[in-house]
C-alpha cells in the first residue's frame, strides 16, 4: 500500500504524522547552529619560530629551510609555505582532506623534536599549532583616541574592557590586537661604551645578573618562622641606571654613564590606527556551541555601558561584525 493511499483513507494518522513531523522540524531548527561558513577544521599545521635579532636572510638559512627538509618527507602534504622575516619563521604545511590532522600535527611536533638541535641555540623552541576556525575572532572592537598614545589605549583595554568582555554569556576569550607594552628602553652610547672599553653584550649580562628576583630561603627561630624576600626585580629607570656594568681602575661603571634609559614601548615597529586616531583593538572569540548571532548581539548591547567607563577622550567603535553577513545569508534564504 503506498503512503499516499494510506494517507486518504486515514486523514487522521495522516494528520498527526504531519504535526508530528512540523514538530520535529521546529525543534531542530531552534537548536540548529548559525555560523557563516561549516564547523569544519582544515588539516591545515604551522610551525611558527621566533629568533629575536635576526635577519630574515639568516631566519631562512638557519631555520626556514632547516625545517622544510625534514618536513618534506612526512606523508599526505598537498602544499607547504613558508613566510621568513625578521626575527620569525612560520611554515604552512595543508594536509590531504583524508589525512588526519590529529596525526598530521604528531607527526610534524615528531619532527621538530628531532631537528631542535640543528637549529641556533639562541631561537625558541617552535610553536607548532593547528588551524581552528572557532579560535578566531567574530567581532572586533576598536578603542581609539586622538590625544591617548598606543600604550594608554592598551591599558585601558587590558584592565578596563577586557575582563568585562570575557564575562558576557557566550564569549570564550579576548585579545588585544596591535597592543603595546610598557617596557625599560636602554639605548647604548657607542662612543661611551668604547671609552670603557664593553660591549653591548657586557651590558646585556649586567642587566641579567641585576634584574633577577633569587629565592631567599626562610629564617627560623625557636617559635616562628620568617620567610625571606629578596628584591631583585628593577622598576624605574633610576634603579636601572644605577646598575655596575664593571669596574675600570677602582671605579664602579653604571648603566648610566654608558646609555639612556628610559620606559617605553616595548615595541616601536608598528602603529595602529582606526579612523586616523591611535588605537587598539579587541578580538571577541565566542564559544564552540555558541551562536554567533546572540554572542553579536550581547556584545553591541554591552558597548554603550562600557564606554562610558573609558577616560575623557577614548572612543569605542565596531570594527568588524561577522554576524551581519550571517543576517544577510538568512534574510536571502527566507526571501528566496
Known sequence: MKLSEISIQRPVFATVM????????????????????????????????????????????????????????????KTMTSSSREQGSV??????????????????????????????GEADD??????????????WVALSSDRHNGLELSEVADRILKERIQHLPGVASVFIGAERRYAMRVWLDLGRLT???????????AIRRANAEIPGGRVEGTTREFSVRTRGDLQTPEEFGDIVVSESNSQLVHLKDVADVALGPEDERSIARYN????????????????????????????????QLLPEGM??????????FIDASIHQVTET
Not at 598530521?104 to 611536533?109: H, K, L, M, Y
Not at 617552535?126 to 567581532?139: F, R
Open 91 to 120: 611554515i604552512t604545511i595543508e594536509f590531504e582532506l583524508k589525512r588526519d590532522v590529529e596525526e598530521a600535527a604528531n607527526d610534524v611536533r615528531d619532527r621538530v623534536s628531532r631537528m631542535r638541535g640543528a637549529l641556533p
Open 315 to 324: 572612543r569605542l567603535d565596531t570594527a568588524y561584525d561577522s554576524s551581519t
Open 18 to 77: 504531519s504535526i508530528v513531523i512540523i514538530l520535529f522540524g521546529v525543534i531542530g531548527l531552534t537548536r540548529l547552529p548559525v555560523r557563516e561558513y561549516p564547523d569544519i577544521d582544515p588539516p591545515i599545521v604551522s610551525v611558527t619560530t621566533f629568533y629575536r635579532g635576526a635577519s630574515p636572510s639568516v631566519v631562512e638559512t638557519e631555520i626556514t629551510d632547516v625545517l622544510e627538509e625534514q618536513f618534506a618527507t612526512i606523508e599526505g602534504i
Open 126 to 139: 617552535p610553536i607548532v599549532s593547528k588551524v581552528d576556525t572557532n579560535a578566531q575572532p567574530i567581532y
Open 195 to 205: 671609552a670603557y672599553g664593553l660591549t653591548p653584550a657586557d651590558v646585556e649580562s
Open 276 to 307: 586616523g586616531q591611535s588605537a587598539v583593538g579587541l578580538g571577541i572569540v565566542k564559544q564552540k556551541n555558541a551562536s554567533t548571532l546572540e554572542v553579536a548581539q550581547q556584545v553591541r548591547e554591552a558597548l554603550p555601558g562600557l564606554g
